[in-house]
């Protein structure tokens, strides 16, 4: 997809978020993006399923509510990007920064999460049952509510017992 494809698609998913008339919303299912510059970009409810975004820059995008179900982000910047009730159902987030990222009512369950960077980031209420979070730092990541069930946590990891683990 060249950069000028890409800029038609997001402007139109702008349109459509704004609700006008000749608006669409983004579909990159299965597109390749990666190493693509999306900081700060809006998808949100934009379909992403399956898209390869290794490598991207999506520091403070806003990808509340999108489907990146099966999307490999590995290795992408997500620096403080809204990831509420985003669907990265078995998405690969292998050694993504995700720091300052909120994640609330995300579904990551079967995501691969090894040595993701989640500093700070915001797991409230979070899916992670069977996610692989082995190596992953989770200093100052709150993880209140989060669903744990059959997740691999990283060594040493000590979940407070609540409703959701």
Not at 8 to 21: D, F
Not at 59 to 79: F, H, R
Not at 86 to 91: E, G, H, I, Q, Y
């Amino acid at each position: 997809m060249t950069k000028e494809e890409l800029k038609v698609i997001l402007n139109n998913h702008e349109l459509w978020l704004a609700e006008k008339e000749e608006g669409v919303r983004a579909d990159l299912s299965g597109v390749d993006l990666s190493s693509v510059d999306l900081k700060s970009a809006n998808l949100k409810g934009a379909n992403l399923e399956g898209a390869n975004l290794r490598g991207a820059n999506l520091d403070y995008a806003n990808l509340y509510d999108a489907n990146l179900k099966c999307a490999n982000l590995e290795g992408a910047n997500l620096d403080y990007a809204n990831l509420y009730e985003a669907n990265l159902k078995c998405a690969n987030l292998r050694v993504a920064d995700l720091k300052g990222a909120n994640l609330e009512y995300a579904n990551l369950s079967g995501a691969n999460l090894k040595g993701a960077y989640l500093s700070g980031a915001n797991l409230k209420y979070v899916n992670l049952k069977c996610a692989n979070l082995e190596y992953a730092y989770l200093k100052g990541a709150n993880l209140e509510g989060a669903y744990l069930s059959g997740a691999i946590l990283p060594e040493g990891f000590k979940a407070k017992r609540n409703s959701g683990s």
